[in-house]
């Protein structure tokens, strides 16, 4: 039984009980003599009830009720709901129904019954996760679907100017590698997907090993290097050495290789990526900070979201999936850490990367990183 059900069933049995309790309360000549042994269990339910007197005043509201906000000076708050009840009031007839709270991002779905004695039982279940994951939802799908569009497009275009240009080798050199380039954008978009879903599904996390920290920035320099080199760009090595970390090598090596891409995207040519390595309290850093564009304060929040590009013609001339940050970020949190940035426009970035080293437990809170200033 889903949680949704499982909810409708308690509280199905709270509308019998309780309507079995106001007939008995009418028929008595006095009603308060006997406690309602109910309350106790109306509070430990995970969803709101309100219980409604004949006056439309107040009988009863669990905590949950109190905090979703509905209630003010012992009457309901959303006329929209006190609507929905004297709809009921007027049928005789439950109703069920969703609504937004006023004044706050809460969704709720409601359903309103009558009970014995004219009463009225309320029972309200924050949708709000469910919404928020259903826009999510929309949002990736809209997302993907706009990513794939571009490249998809690119290859048709292409395949048909290449078929015209049969008799020049050189335009059909000049499309063929165009067509390739898409090609492998299309590729890495896809395996960037793939993986970004692995991080974040039910599939059991690798074997977590000691890892040198050395080890990881020498692979992750590797798969780096090659575009470094097409815009001289330097990779420079600094900081502490003897490093190690607890974890997944190849997971490890792909966040911070993402990270040293970036850096490399984002930066002019004749420039310096530094990946530094340092130890605080038990816990690894690895950053890599570049001399690149920099990021606008309005942005930084954002930079982990999938799909999220600062500067989105930018991002795609550098092939970029708007997926690498969003990985970095799930890496980090499944070892039990966390990727920190500062920056400045027009004065590079700084990403770190916390994770906890072998001799510290993962369940504690990876510290604040130093503000760090970048010298040019």
């Known amino acids: 039984m889903g949680s949704a059900s499982a909810a409708s069933f308690g509280l199905g049995v709270v509308a019998g009980a309780l309507g079995y309790t106001a007939v008995r309360r009418r028929d008595r000549a006095a009603p308060t003599a006997e406690p309602d042994g109910w309350a106790p269990i109306l509070e430990s339910l995970q969803t709101a009830v309100i219980q409604l007197d004949a006056d439309d005043g107040i009988a009863h509201a669990n905590q949950v009720a109190e905090n979703l906000g509905v209630i003010r000076e012992h009457r309901l708050e959303p006329a929209d709901l006190r609507m929905v009840v004297a709809q009921v009031r007027g049928t005789g007839q439950p109703r069920t129904g969703e609504l937004e709270l006023p004044e706050s991002t809460i969704a709720v779905r409601v359903h309103v019954s009558p009970l014995p004695a004219d009463r009225i039982l309320i029972e309200l279940i924050d949708i709000s996760e469910l919404h928020r994951v259903e826009r999510v939802r929309r949002d990736f799908v809209a997302n993907v679907s706009h990513e794939l569009k571009t490249p998809v497009g690119a290859l048709q275009l292409l395949t048909e100017a290449l078929a015209d240009a049969v008799d020049d080798p050189q335009a059909a050199a000049r499309f063929t590698a165009r067509i390739q380039h898409e090609s492998a954008r299309m590729a890495r978009l896809v395996s960037e997907l793939l993986e970004l879903s692995r991080l974040q599904g039910a599939e059991p996390l690798p074997r977590f090993e000691p890892v040198p920290v050395e080890r990881i920035i020498t692979e992750a320099i590797d798969r780096g290097r090659t575009a470094a080199t ?76 999938r799909f999220y590009r600062a500067d989105p013609a930018r991002s795609r001339a550098t092939g970029g999936t708007g997926l690498g940050l969003a990985i970095v970020k799930h890496i980090a949190g499944n070892h039990a850490g966390r990727v920190e940035v500062s920056s400045m426009p027009g004065n590079g970035s700084v990403f770190t990367l916390l994770l906890p080293s072998v001799a510290v437990p993962a369940q504690e809170t990876a510290p604040d990183v130093d503000e760090m200033v970048l010298s040019r």
């Open 230 to 305: 097409a815009k001289d760009i330097e990779l420079v090595r600094e900081g502490e050495t003897g490093v190690t970390v607890s974890g997944s090598e190849s997971q490890l090596a792909t966040a911070v290789g993402n990270l040293i891409g970036n850096a490399i995207a984002y930066s002019p040519q004749d420039t310096t990526v530094t990946i530094r390595v340092g130890e605080a309290r038990g816990w690894a850093k690895i950053s890599v900070i570049d001399e690149g564009i920099g990021i606008a304060p309005d942005d930084i929040d954002r930079i982990f979201e």
